[in-house]
């Protein structure tokens, strides 16, 4: 399954929630909701997110940016 760039995707092998940015080769890059360093991913590890989850994600980035852990 190929996830749109631009949509909110799981790395289900680290559980973290991004955004995705492209495809490169056998990976998907992924962005962390709100910024920040690109990772790689493999395909069969990526899903959509939930909105549970890009809550989550968004919850996690405004207490981030509150405390000033993140620009």
Known sequence: ????????????????VGVVMGHEGPYVQMRPYGGGREWDAVPCDVRHATPAERLRAATAYANARSRGEVP
């Open 1 to 16: 399954m190929i996830i749109p760039v631009g949509s909110y995707a799981v790395d289900a092998r680290t559980g973290r």
